[in-house]
């Protein structure tokens, strides 16, 4: 309701009024696990709202409000195998920042996304890492920070953080300066986080001769260890139909999270409203390969595979998306899992005390305004 209401004064006081924008969507997860098929159905607005207040100042926020249900063993006749239908409603604020575009600088202060690195898919050198290979309808967590960016030279650039944990109580400091040189980009980078007392110096060079490329790498720093996260790759376009993109790359993760099978341990999250990027499946190396294929401009279609390489532990993600009209998208995607499984903890199929299956199936449908 306060949100609504600094979105409203602007329009009432000033004569401003918001620009609104978003989507709503409807989802179903679909698995069985030992024997019984679970079902979860979600559904969701997530409206964008901004208001210019004057030429240097934007203020913006993004609301989501959900209702989530599904069937779980009812504990009251567990004996029995009873099924119960279980309901969440949420509504939460996802995103609420002011930005101001001063002459020697861009602000940008409050809830904010905040993403950095150039890998595919798993960034070492994000301050606020989040890993979303298995859920790629999901929007990346609002971070409590103030950022500056300052530009300079020919494409130069440095971005300076401050964030904030959700509690308030624990502090994380970062900066990222980006080189511009022909037809490559090159970052360093520095985070500090006060409360782990943990500090991670890293490196990004991005760029393209015939194919793109890329090497993202981060040392982290405590005490006791410096330890490696690094992640290299490619990608080529393919003129087939109307556009193949395939993509390669080695990604490597000696951080002490990352050389546990401890699921619980690995994806604890850091109170940053971000998970610790723990990974879908156990070890230190894994090869990761996707193919984009898009059709035509309503229909395309990607596969991304996973692959440990100490285990015989994979994880592959198909999904097709139809674009019927401007505002509609229809989804269907999977998510399988290759090799020995291990029993893991609750992550992203919602329904807890069950553990993650080998094969789960998801749908949603999508419409924008």
């Not at 567990?78 to 600088?105: C, H, K, N, Q, W």
């Not at 990608?235 to 990604?251: A, G, K, R």
């Not at 999250?269 to 894994?286: N, Q, V």
């Amino acid at each position: 309701m306060l949100t609504l209401l600094l979105f409203l004064i602007p329009g009432v006081c000033f004569g401003i009024e918001p620009d609104i924008s978003g989507f709503a969507e409807a989802r179903g997860h679909f698995f069985r696990y030992d024997g019984d098929t679970y079902f979860m159905a979600t559904e969701l607005i997530r409206p964008d709202l901004r208001v210019r207040l004057t030429d240097r100042l934007l203020l913006s926020a993004t609301i989501e409000a959900g209702l989530t249900q599904h069937r779980t063993l009812d504990m009251n006749h567990a004996a029995t195998g009873a099924m119960t239908t279980v309901s969440d409603r949420y509504i939460e604020l996802e995103r609420l920042f002011m930005d101001a575009y001063l002459p020697f600088a861009d602000l940008r202060i409050g809830r904010q996304a905040v993403n950095w690195g150039s890998a595919f898919f798993i960034n070492p050198t994000d301050p606020f890492p989040e890993l979303l290979l298995t859920e790629p309808w999901r929007a990346r967590s609002g971070i409590n920070a103030a950022r500056a960016t300052v530009r300079f030279g020919a494409g130069h650039q440095i971005q300076a953080l401050l964030g904030m944990d959700d509690d308030f109580k624990s502090w994380l400091a970062a900066s990222r300066t980006t080189f511009r040189m022909g037809p490559a980009d090159l970052a360093v980078s520095g985070t500090w986080h006060e409360e782990t007392q943990r500090g991670m110096a890293g490196i990004d060079l991005r760029g393209n001769f015939h194919i793109g490329y890329w090497f993202e790498g981060g040392l982290h720093i405590n005490d006791d260890h410096i330890r490696e996260e690094i992640a290299v790759g490619a990608d080529y376009s393919f003129p087939v139909m109307d556009n193949l993109i395939i993509t390669l790359q080695y990604y490597r993760n000696n951080t002490l999270s990352f050389m546990t099978n401890d699921y619980e341990a690995a994806d604890s999250g850091d109170g940053y409203g971000a998970s610790s990027g723990a990974t879908a499946t156990p070890g230190r190396d894994f090869g990761i390969f996707s193919a984009a294929l898009t059709v035509n401009p309503e229909i395309s279609c990607s596969i991304l595979w996973i692959q440990s390489l100490q285990h015989s532990n994979g994880l592959m993600v198909p999904v097709l998306t139809i674009t019927p009209g401007r505002r509609w998208t229809l989804n269907a995607a999977a998510q399988i899992r290759t090799g020995d499984i291990p029993s893991m903890p609750n992550r992203n199929n919602g329904i807890p005390g069950v553990p993650i299956p080998r094969n789960t199936f998801i749908v949603w449908v999508q419409l924008s305004f």
